[in-house]
C-alpha cells in the first residue's frame, strides 16, 4: 500500500467543518455512506484511504452524488481507521506500525467481501452498473478489485503504488490521476500496462502537476483556492469517464 509520494508521510488530513448531505445504513456487519439518487442506474463505491470515514471524503462523495451518481462509502475499518492524531509517522508511531494496522483491521479478502456486500447492496436499491472510486491505499486497493468483472469502470486518485504485474489484471478501463510527487516512473510503467489491454484506447491517465498527494481525499482542502480548483476537476475528469465508460 506504500505511497510513492514524500507529502504522504508529512501531510496531515485537513480538518472542515463539512456536514455532509447524505445518510448513513447498516450493510452485513459494517457501516455505508450512501449518497445521491437512490437507485440510479449508475452507482460508484469509494474506497477511502487509510484515514477512513472523514469528512472531507465524504464531501468528495457528494460532489459526485450531485452529479447523478448514487456513491457509497464502506466503513472498511468498522469505526477503527489510522488516528488522525498519530500523523505523520514518528517515532513513537512509526510507518511499519501504520501498516500493521491497516492490514490487521482492513485486510485485503475483507475489504473485496465488504466491496462485495456494498455493490449487493447498490443493486438490490435498483443500480445496474458499477465503478469503483480509490484514494492513496484504496487507490492501489480498487487496482487490485479491478479485476472482478462484476465492475465496469475504475478510477485512482493519488493512488498508493501499483506494479506493473498488478496493471496487468485489471479487467475494465481506469482513469489513473497521480499528483504531483506520485512517482512518474510507477505510473508511466503501470499505465503503459493498461494501455495494452484489450479497452487500451480507453485508459486516461493525466498527472496534477501543482497539488501534493492527497488533494481530493482527507487531505482536501477546500478553503484552498488551487487545492479545491483541482479537486473539482479531478471529479469532473472521473465523472465524465465513468459516463463515458459504464454500460
Request: aromatic share 10%; proline share 6%; net charge negative.
Amino acid at each position: 500500500m506504500a505511497s510513492t509520494a514524500q507529502s504522504c508521510c508529512t501531510l496531515a488530513p485537513v480538518e472542515q467543518n463539512y456536514t455532509s448531505k447524505g445518510e448513513v445504513v447498516r450493510v452485513a456487519d459494517f457501516d455505508v455512506y450512501l449518497t445521491g439518487p437512490r437507485g440510479a442506474k449508475h452507482a460508484i463505491i469509494l474506497h477511502y484511504d487509510i484515514f477512513g470515514d472523514h469528512p472531507n471524503t465524504r464531501q468528495v462523495a457528494d460532489i459526485l452524488g450531485a452529479k447523478n451518481f448514487r456513491v457509497a462509502i464502506p466503513d472498511l475499518f468498522r469505526g477503527n481507521p489510522w488516528p488522525v492524531t498519530k500523523w505523520p509517522p514518528s517515532e513513537e508511531n512509526p510507518l511499519q506500525a501504520v501498516f500493521a494496522h491497516v492490514f490487521k483491521v482492513a485486510p485485503f479478502d475483507t475489504v473485496k467481501s465488504d466491496i462485495t456486500a456494498t455493490r449487493e447492496f447498490l443493486a438490490a436499491e435498483g443500480s445496474q452498473s458499477f465503478g469503483l472510486l480509490g484514494f492513496c491505499w484504496g487507490g492501489r486497493n480498487v487496482c487490485l478489485l479491478s479485476a472482478d468483472s462484476a465492475f465496469s469502470v475504475g478510477a485512482l486518485i493519488h493512488p498508493g503504488a501499483v506494479t506493473e504485474e498488478e496493471a496487468d489484471k485489471v479487467a475494465f478501463p481506469l482513469i489513473v490521476l497521480p499528483a504531483m510527487d506520485d512517482s512518474v516512473e510507477v505510473f508511466d510503467k503501470a499505465v503503459a500496462v493498461l494501455k495494452k489491454k484489450p479497452f487500451g484506447e480507453k485508459i486516461v491517465y493525466h498527472r496534477f502537476t501543482d497539488v501534493p498527494h492527497g488533494f481530493c481525499a482527507s487531505r482536501s482542502d477546500f478553503s484552498n483556492e488551487l487545492m479545491a480548483k483541482r479537486a473539482n476537476e479531478a471529479l469532473s475528469m472521473v465523472h465524465d469517464f465513468f459516463v463515458a465508460n459504464f454500460p
